[in-house]
């Protein structure tokens, strides 16, 4: 695999580059942390550090943080361990019961400046797996064929495990910062809780306030043995759900009255499965579709560049929502059905039947627009749809004008060889919407170059993690973070 090869080429590449960016006066053994060796050769050179962080992974993946309950204290606790060993003190900062998040700060001054600040961002939690479908245990951290198995490998413990490697190399490194870096893990992102980043936020901001983050939300692309593009979250789409509540007359199934609200249940839920949003195109989306254009096949790539046009731009939608539900998903509000709850006993008609709505709206659009569209589309008196509390709140995109996005955008493309990078928005959330509401330039970027094939693991079965593109992984995060943080 050729991004294998590179792991070696690059970590060279970036002990000069660390060494380029040393002051004279500094290129003498630093003063290491307690236990470390004062070693400068090692400055940078993330080769070893990856073997290191494969252990953290494991043992992440061993503390079952399925969420709920989450339990991500005995993460905190885990990875406030490892950060003392470096000589690194860090903060548990209690969210709930059993619930924290863990914060730690390298700093640049005596002062922290947090428009400055670079905040590396992972959650601990992860969504349950279904052992009796997997072909390993989901928490016992198998290495097979070249890959570590179990749940989180890529959502989000391979994250975490790079964000500690990136940042225990820069301690390391023990080199001048010209901004304060700061790792913070959180909890309850899968499920969005009584622990999530909001309620971190609104308790602790002041210890991790910062300009500027790195965080989930965007994807090295392989396809065909190499990179294809990478995709740098600057945008999510923002998640609500909607209750759909039949109700009619309850009574023996023996007799059964044209009031079922099991199938006005049905048919409202049929009529909406076929509605598809009108398209509303973000200018991040824009930006995608532009810089994915030259990358697909000729006939793809021009539906992408008609987008906008107002000949061919309706065409082309239809074109490219077809081909890939992401793309789809991209261009448009969703919605999509994903539960049903009615009936106590077979011989029995219920008086009510619900169905949950899993909507993601494009940032801007409103979820009483949705709901009065629906209404009118579903036409029944005996359905009602009721927002459910808790839905997402939009954030004003990240910039793409921005220094960090700069550095993030050079490093991807040199580390994998020329690959385009592009602003993605995202269809999933993360914890980035919080932070950009508070002023965050917050960028999504899983550092592993991962397949398709990969990424369908992830809340899937057998989710997994191919270990050479963990440690390209660490290699490229590595870079990005010594790079704003040491240079500028
Ligand atoms: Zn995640």
Redesign the pocket.
């Known amino acids: 695999m050729i991004w294998y090869r590179m792991v070696r080429v690059s970590a060279v590449a970036f002990t000069a580059l660390l060494a380029a960016c040393l002051p004279v006066a500094a290129q003498v053994a630093p003063s290491a942390g307690p236990g470390i060796p004062a070693n400068p050769t090692r400055q940078g050179d993330t080769t070893g550090i990856s073997k290191e962080a494969e252990i953290w992974l494991a043992d992440l993946i061993k503390i079952n943080t399925t969420n709920p309950p989450g339990n991500e204290q005995a993460t905190a606790k885990y990875v406030a361990g490892v950060l003392e060993k470096e000589g690194i003190t860090s903060e548990i900062l209690e969210i709930a019961p059993g619930r924290s998040a863990v914060v730690a700060r390298l700093r640049s001054a005596a002062m922290a400046d947090p428009s400055k600040s670079l905040l590396l961002v992972a ?1 601990m939690d992860v969504v349950a797996a279904d052992k009796s479908r997997w072909t390993v245990d989901p928490f016992g951290a198998v290495i097979k064929d070249g890959y570590m198995y179990g749940r989180g490998t890529i ?2 413990k391979g994250m975490l495990a790079a964000n500690l490697a990136a940042f225990i190399a820069l301690k390391r490194a023990n080199l001048h910062l010209t901004r304060d870096v700061i790792f913070l893990a959180t909890a309850d ?2 499920n969005g809780g009584e622990a999530n980043i909001k309620i971190l936020i609104a308790k602790y901001w002041d210890k991790f306030a910062a300009g500027f983050s790195i965080n ?1 939300g965007g994807n090295v692309f392989m396809k065909n043995g190499k990179v294809m593009y990478v995709g740098v979250q600057a945008s999510e789409k923002v998640a609500a759900n909607i209750d759909v509540v039949a109700r009619g007359t309850a009574g023996h199934a023996s007799q059964p009255t044209k009031d079922n609200a099991v199938v006005h249940l049905a048919t409202a839920v049929s009529k909406i499965g076929g509605y598809s949003a009108p398209v509303h195109l973000t200018s991040i989306v824009r930006r995608y579709f532009e810089g994915l254009a030259p990358l697909e096949d000729d006939e793809i790539g021009k539906w992408m560049r008609s987008l906008d046009t107002a000949d061919r731009g309706e065409h082309a939608q239809k074109v490219l929502s077809g081909a890939s539900p992401l793309w789809n998903a991209m261009l448009r509000d969703t919605i999509a059905p994903t539960m049903l709850t009615a009936g106590v006993a077979n011989n029995v008609i219920p008086g009510e039947a619900r169905a949950n709505l899993n909507v993601r709206m494009l940032p801007g659009d409103t979820i009483e627009t949705i709901v009065a569209e629906l209404a009118k589309l579903v036409d029944d008196p005996q359905v009602k749809l009721e927002v459910k509390p808790n839905g997402g709140l939009a954030a004003p995109p990240s910039s793409l004008e921005s220094d960090f996005y700069a550095v993030i955008s050079k490093v991807a493309s040199q580390e994998f060889a020329g690959a385009p990078v592009l602003p993605f928005q995202s269809t999933w959330a ?1 914890d980035s919407s919080q932070l950009r509401l508070h002023n965050v330039q917050a960028y999504g970027l899983v550092p592993f170059p991962l397949t398709d094939e990969d990424l369908k693991r992830m809340h899937g079965d057998d989710e997994r993690i191919p270990l050479a593109a963990f440690d390209k992984g660490i290699d490229v995060l590595a870079r990005i973070v010594a790079e704003f943080a040491v240079t500028r």
Request: charged share 70%; aromatic share 0%.
């Open positions: 959650h959502d989000d992102e899968e989930e993360t």
